[in-house]
Every structure is written in C-alpha cells, then in structure tokens.
C-alpha cells in the first residue's frame, strides 16, 4: 500500500495528479470509508492541511482547510459564544472537517437548526482530473452556479478531497438541559418523538433509545431552563424526568462520540424516517445489532456485529428502501441498501472523475 | 420570425399526437404565446415554438421526451415570476408550463414532510400543513404566487431565511426528468440523507439539469410566539449598525430586514403599511418558545432603545405584523410608485460590510444622478438596490444596467455574491466570470455536459456564453 501525506493545496493537486487511484483519509475515525481497500490504491493524508484562513465572530462565518480537528474549530468558536449548532459526531476521537463534510455526518444538535448540509456554504476541493475547484462562497445567501457545496456534503471521498470548507456558525446556547421519558415501547416511543417534533416546545435535540427511551434537549439561557424543562416533562401523558447535567452531558456525549457501540460492532449510518423505523428496527433485532435513533428518528446508529456480514445488513436495508453507509470498521462500500441517483449520480461522477481516481470498487 | 423547420415540425407533431392527450393544450398562436413572452424581468422576452400546458407528470416526461429526440430546447415554467429571466423562453423553443400541477399530494404530520407537484403555489403548503400545526419556512416575498418549482429550480430565499435558511435547505426529495427523459429518485423523506447531496445539487440548477416532477418538503413547527420590531432611525448606517449589535449579543433573529427612505415612500404610497417617516425603518423578528420569546423581546428592546432608533414600535398582532411584512414584500411593485421601470438586483456582501456597501451604492447613485432605493436582508447582506429609471428616456435602460453591474462589481469585490436568491439566469451570466475563476466555470461546463450533452434544458442560463468564456 502507498501511502501520501500532504500540506499544502499544491501538494493536494499533484497528489492527486500523480495517483492512478485515490483514497483520502483525514484522522481516520471512520476507517470504513477512508481505508484503501487494495494494495494499488494510494492512500492521501490531508491531515497536514489544516488550520482556520478566516473567522470573523461578526460575520457568523468561518473558512478551515479540510484536514482541521473539528475539535480545534470548537474551541475557536467557543472562544467567541460560538458553535457548530449540527454537532459533528466524532470530533472527540479528532475528526477533522472534510471528514464530517464528506461522510455527510451530523450528531444530536441537528435536530434544531439542520444538519451539516444546511451549513455549509463553501468548498474548494480537488477534482478527479487533478483541478482546485471552487464552488459556493463565503457569505451566508448565494445562489450563483451549480451548489456544488451541497454535492461534497456525503460525497465520502468519491467526488473529489475537499481541501477548504465555508461553514455558516451560530450563536451558542448558555446552558441546556435534558428531559428524559420512558415510554414502554417503540410505537409509544415513536408517536411521542413525532409529537414533540411538531413543536411548540423548541429542542435542541431529540433521540431514540429503543424500545422505549426518548431523550429531549432544550437549550438557551439558564435562568428560563428550569421552567421551560418542567413544560417539556408535562408534554406528554407519560411524565419525563430531568436528567442531572452529569448524566446527560454523558449521554449526549455517547451518542456524538458512538462510544456506546461496543467492541465486535461496526458503526453504520442509516438514513430513516419515524415510519421506517420499526421495520428497520426489527431488521436490526433480528440480526443482534444494536441501534440508536438520532433527529427526531431521521438517522440510525447502528452497531452490526462483527459475526454478521456486512451484506445481510446491505441486503436487509435494500429491502427496506433504505440506504446507509458504514463507518468503522474494514473498508467497505460507500453506499449500503437502496441507491439512490442513478443516471443523475453516473453523470455527476463522470464529470468529476472522468478517470475514475476516487472510485469505489469495493466489495460489501 | 422564421419559419419553423424540421425538428420544430416534427416536435409539433409529436406534442400533438392524439396518444399524448395534450389537445388544445398546445398552445401556438401569436396571441397565446405572448403572454409566456416574458418572466418578471420583462426588459427581456422571447417568442417560443409552442407552450405545452401539462397536467401530469407523464406529459411532461413525453414533451422532454420528444425535446430530446427532435433536438428541440424547453424551459420550464410556473407563474413566471422570476426576477433573473430564469424562465424566458428559447426562440424557437417549448414552454412547459407546470402551473396546472399545482396539488399538496400529501402532508405527513409524523414526519413534518409534504409531497408536492412542481406548481404547487408556495403558499398553499403552508395552508395545506396549517391543520397539522406545520408550516412550509421559505417566504419569497411573490410566495402568493409563486410555485415550488420555480423556488427549487432557483434555491429562492425570502426574508425569513436569517434563521430558517434557502429552499435547498427545506427540499428533502425530488422526482425528477433529466434532459433526455431519464427518470431520476433524488433524496427522500429523510433529514439525514445518506452519499453525496443530489438534492442539494439539483436545487437551484435553474433548470439546467431537467424538470421536478413531484417534490418532498420539510415543515417546520408553526411558531408559538412571534415578536415583531419595526425601529427607525435617522440614517442608513444607524440601522446597519442596530443589526450588528444584535448578532453580536448572540440573538438568532427569524428576519432582520431594512428599508431606506425612497423604499418606506414607495410602499406607504400603494399599501400603507404605516410606517412611520425615517431614513431607515428596521424590522426585526422573533420567534419560537413563548417564554424564550419573551426573554428575547425584552432583550432586543433594550438593544434597539440603546442604537440611537428615533422610535421603536413592537407587536404581537398578527394582524399589525401581516400588514408590516404586506409593506416589505410589495416594496418592489411599490416603486412602481416613484418611477416607470426599475431593476432590482440581489447582490450579497459579508454582513459586516454592509454599511459600506450602503454607502457606496448612495455615491454611485449621487454621481450617475440615477435614484436608488434600498430594501434588504440585513440579516444575511441580501441587498436589493431597486434602480429607479424612465425606460422611455433613450438611453435610460443602458445607464441602469451599467450601474446594476457596478454594484454587482463592488459586491464581489468585497468578498459577496452576485446573487442571494434570485439566481443568475439570463441577466446575471456575464458576471459568473467576477465570482468563479476560469477552472470552476470549466466544472461547471462539464457538469452540464455530462447532465445535458445537447444543451436542451434551459440553455442560455446561468452559465456565461461560450465565445467569452473562451477567451
């Protein structure tokens, strides 16, 4: 296996330029989409290119090469009463921000303010054919050219390696506290989580222990929290529980971390919705994985035993109509279950990697 | 106008066959076809071959269909209200006007989504989800009559979008034509789309990439509270900098919207809002959480009592409120008012600079003697300079233009947009080349390639013609 590591945007190019086949890698927290899985595909480390080119609190914006700590962003962003309101998940184990872009992953907080799509506003990247590309802009409104932002968001590394991100930050919330109810079941659990989605409380977050545990975070300034938490316990018929900060920080923490998958387990991504998800949730019982449900049961963590194969999973979500992406563990295909796209994804990838640098070939 | 030649007839006959049911829906005479002339930018207008009213998907998948075999262009069409020119027809071209597909199919309470056709009026979402307790958030000021389709073909925006951001941020799922008549499933009803964001990608591709045929939605809760500010201020810059202290104090307005004098004039002039005189009328609102409103409001009265506001009005009315946003929204019919022809353009500049922008655009207008009236986004940097101008003074039209494209210049120079929300269309494609270098415009001539080899969808929009970008 060859390996690259790059740090600058002209070591990118020519990296690029250089390899007849491509797989880029930042820290390498989901080694599932970032491990070459063939000796003759290079490996390309961008986690030399990092560092932040430009924030400014005022402007509610800010530019990071891609090979950049999310965790360093946070920090920089707490520094001004700042963050990333979608909560990108692994930024503890060091995921870096073309990592979090390109796997199109989000954690709890995307519930109130939209996942990783809805922020980012920027890239540059390079393409198949060797070119630095940029799409989208800085500023927070832009309708000019074809969204080519959006089109990175879930790319996984098979469009192009993102060198530079422009992402959209809000204010950060002072304090939050979590309502936690038990609600027996998964039905009760799921007509619950499509009530409290319906407002009028605002959450910060709302995840799915299954069968029956639904977690609830409000945020904002502390002196309203207590009362506004006692309203968020009353909502349903089932009475809910405030969680102590300690417990709920470490739960929060868990499912932005998957620290709760456990050893002999891979994390998959599945995209869902509250309808889907008791099929799917059978699915998974059946096979002895383990999931959490994430924004409002809008995405499934699933932890799929080691001694499965990765296909019964591929074949199980095919059925479903639902699609997914594996995070851990050996290299695997990008795309699990139902593909979605077809002539428009084929034509998209031809334009971007006409030579098929960054295909995936894998076998599931 | 010339005679149409083979494809043209031949696409004729095939729109006309009896198989496809179109009938009299096929419209080709001189007199109905001039009403499909133009878009809301009606400095430009072009006769098409035909316009084919559809009222069904399957029709407008054998109109593209029969496009692509006889090598004939089409556009689509909602209620033409695009300020770019996005729908101006093709010369010679078809008119696939989707306005008669205008049904909610579906609206899921369970998981906040709803299902449309192309030329659901984006108002009507939000009336079919209101029974749920659900709305549909972008709020383009034409959303009385505008259609998703078109709001999804030019990722349009609205005053709102301070907080609730772009049409591609609530498009989940598309069903889609591509320009050979390949039939594409984009997205879901997920919010946690899995691979790379086709969606995200099809929106605002201003037709470029084939046409919607069915459009999954995201609703948002219908606000508990809201809390309307409406602050005036003695200049333009004392406005900008009220702005600036509130995103500064961490607050997360819903819209942060300014009107300059000439803009307050022109919409007391047709709908009397009652405003109040000033140089610059802010409106900024709240919503969410009763209690957190509360909290909020009383924090934004401070901040606005404390940024030099001649007066601060507040309201919790709907009624009151409706008849504010009634004012904002019609400030660009309203300068109908003041001058017989106006452009408005949609430039972007960071935030922080908007001050100067404001500034700039005054010396520019003081220096070309052309008036200028501001109304904006404040929140995001949306400007929308309306150019005020006399089109039947010779020469009148020509000055206007030169000095939209001035500040279009300066916004790119001060690191913004050509356009926020209106998309680039056919009045803003020269510019590509100020915002996107040579390789990123090369791109995005391969990616329409690849989606469109024969160039049949929409062509002569957004991208900058050819012979220049060769140069």
């Known amino acids: 296996m060859t390996a690259v590591a790059v740090d600058s945007l002209d070591a990118l190019r020519d990296a690029v330029r250089a390899n007849a086949r491509v797989r880029p890698v930042g820290a390498g927290t989901k080694p599932a989409l970032s491990a070459p899985p063939r000796d003759d595909v290079t490996s390309l480390d961008v986690s030399g290119l990092r560092g932040i080119v430009e924030y400014d609190a005022a402007e509610l914006t800010l530019t990071a090469r891609a090979g950049t700590p999310v965790a360093e962003l946070e920090e920089a962003l707490a520094a001004h009463g700042q963050y990333l309101p979608f909560d990108p998940p692994l930024a503890g184990a060091g995921a870096t921000l073309g990592g979090v872009v390109a796997s199109g992953t989000s954690g709890p907080g995307a519930f109130?303010?939209?996942?990783?799509?809805?922020?980012?506003?920027?890239?540059?990247?390079?393409?198949?054919?060797?070119?630095?590309?940029?799409?989208?802009?800085?500023?927070?409104?832009?309708?000019?050219?074809?969204?080519?932002?959006?089109?990175?968001?879930?790319?996984?590394?098979?469009?192009?390696?993102?060198?530079?991100?422009?992402?959209?930050?809000?204010?950060?919330?002072?304090?939050?506290?979590?309502?936690?109810?038990?609600?027996?079941?998964?039905?009760?659990?799921?007509?619950?989580?499509?009530?409290?989605?319906?407002?009028?409380?605002?959450?910060?977050?709302?995840?799915?222990?299954?069968?029956?545990?639904?977690?609830a975070r409000i945020a904002g300034d502390a002196d309203g929290l207590p009362a506004r938490a006692a309203r968020l316990a009353a909502a349903l018929d089932a009475p809910g529980a405030t969680l102590a900060p300690g417990a709920a920080a470490a739960s929060w923490r868990a499912a932005a971390e998957l620290s709760w998958i456990p050893a002999g387990a891979r994390a998959v991504r599945v995209a869902t919705t509250a309808r889907e998800v008791p099929a799917l949730q059978a699915a998974l019982v059946a096979a002895g994985a383990q999931a959490r449900y994430g924004n409002a049961a809008n995405v499934a963590w699933v932890a799929w035993p080691d001694a499965q194969p990765l296909a019964r999973l591929d074949e199980a979500l095919g059925a479903l109509h639902l699609a997914g992406t594996a995070l851990t563990g050996p290299p695997a295909a990008a795309l699990l279950g139902a593909r979605r796209g077809g002539a428009f994804a084929a034509r998209l990838r031809a334009a971007l990697d006409p030579d098929n640098r960054f295909a995936d070939e894998e076998t599931i | 106008m010339s005679a149409a030649g083979d494809p043209e007839r031949a696409l004729l006959a095939a729109v006309r066959a009896p198989a496809l049911g179109l009938g009299e829906r096929v419209l080709t005479s001189p007199a109905e076809l001039a009403a499909f002339g133009s878009d809301a930018l009606t400095a430009f207008h072009e006769r098409p071959l035909a316009v084919v009213l559809a009222e069904r998907a399957d029709e407008v998948?054998?109109?593209?269909?029969?496009?692509?075999?006889?090598?004939?262009?089409?556009?689509?069409?909602?209620?033409?209200?695009?300020?770019?020119g996005g729908s101006l027809p093709i010369a010679g071209g078809i008119v696939i006007a989707l306005n008669r597909m205008n049904r909610v199919l579906s609206v899921d309470p369970d998981t906040c989504t709803a299902v449309v056709e192309p030329g659901a009026i984006n108002l009507h979402v939000s009336a079919a989800a209101r029974s749920h307790g659900l709305a549909y958030a972008p709020d383009p000021s034409s959303q009385s009559v505008c259609t998703i389709g078109g709001n999804l073909a030019f990722n349009s925006g609205g005053a709102h979008c301070l907080r609730h951001g772009m049409t591609a941020n609530h498009v989940l799922g598309i069903r889609a034509v591509l320009p050979d008549g390949e039939l594409v499933e984009l997205g879901g009803a997920s919010r946690e789309p899995v691979g790379p964001d086709l969606t995200g990608m099809f929106c605002g591709s201003e037709g470029l990439f084939g046409i919607a045929l069915e459009v999954t939605l995201r609703l948002v809760p219908i606000a508990e509270a809201t809390h309307t500010a409406l602050a005036s201020y003695d200049s333009l810059e004392l406005a900008g900098e009220a702005v600036a202290r509130v995103v500064a104090a961490g607050m997360l307005p819903v819209a942060m919207e300014i009107m300059d004098a000439l803009a307050i004039e022109a919409a007391e002039a047709s709908v009397r809002p009652g405003y109040p005189p000033a140089a610059a009328l802010l409106i900024v609102e709240l919503e969410g959480e009763r209690d957190v409103v509360a909290a909020d409001a009383a924090r934004l009265r401070a901040l606005l009592d404390a940024s030099g506001a001649s007066a601060v009005r507040t309201t919790e009315d709907p009624g009151e409120r409706a008849l504010i946003w009634k004012g904002r929204k019609s400030a660009f019919s309203a300068v109908g008012w003041l001058a017989p022809d106006?452009?408005?353009?949609?430039?972007?500049?960071?935030?922080?600079?908007?001050?100067?922008?404001?500034?700039?655009?005054?010396?520019?207008?003081?220096?070309?003697?052309?008036?200028?009236?501001?109304?904006?986004?404040?929140?995001?940097?949306?400007?929308?300079?309306?150019?005020?101008?006399?089109?039947?003074?010779?020469?009148?039209?020509?000055?206007?233009?030169?000095?939209?494209?001035?500040?279009?210049?300066?916004?790119?120079?001060?690191?913004?947009?050509?356009?926020?929300?209106?998309?680039?269309?056919?009045?803003?494609?020269?510019?590509?080349?100020?915002?996107?270098?040579?390789?990123?415009?090369?791109?995005?001539?391969?990616?329409?390639?690849?989606?469109?080899?024969?160039?049949?969808?929409?062509?002569?929009?957004?991208?900058?013609?050819?012979?220049?970008a060769a140069a």
């Open chain 2, 342 to 468: 106006y452009i408005v353009q949609d430039g972007v500049v960071p935030r922080t600079r908007l001050g100067e922008a404001l500034a700039e655009i005054g010396r520019m207008s003081a220096a070309t003697g052309i008036r200028v009236a501001n109304v904006f986004h404040a929140g995001d940097g949306n400007l929308h300079p309306l150019i005020l101008f006399d089109g039947r003074e010779p020469g009148a039209l020509e000055r206007a233009e030169r000095l939209a494209g001035e500040i279009l210049r300066m916004c790119v120079l001060l690191g913004g947009s050509i356009t926020g929300e209106h998309g680039v269309g056919v009045e803003k494609r020269d510019y590509m080349e100020l915002m996107f270098a040579p390789e990123d415009l090369a791109l995005m001539r391969r990616v329409r390639a690849a989606v469109d080899p024969a160039e049949l969808a929409n062509p002569g929009k957004m991208l900058p013609p050819r012979a220049e």
């Open chain 1, 112 to 215: 109130h303010y939209g996942t990783v799509r809805d922020f980012v506003i920027g890239v540059r990247f390079v393409d198949g054919t060797g070119e630095l590309v940029a799409g989208g802009g800085r500023v927070v409104k832009n309708a000019a050219g074809f969204d080519l932002p959006k089109l990175m968001v879930g790319s996984l590394g098979r469009l192009g390696v993102l060198a530079e991100v422009t992402l959209k930050v809000f204010p950060r919330p002072a304090a939050s506290t979590t309502v936690a109810f038990e609600l027996g079941g998964l039905d009760a659990a799921l007509a619950a989580i499509a009530r409290l989605a319906r407002g009028p409380l605002e959450l910060d977050a709302l995840d799915l222990e299954p069968p029956g545990r639904v977690l």
């Open chain 2, 61 to 84: 998948v054998a109109v593209v269909r029969a496009c692509h075999r006889e090598g004939v262009p089409f556009v689509a069409r909602g209620s033409g209200t695009s300020l770019s």
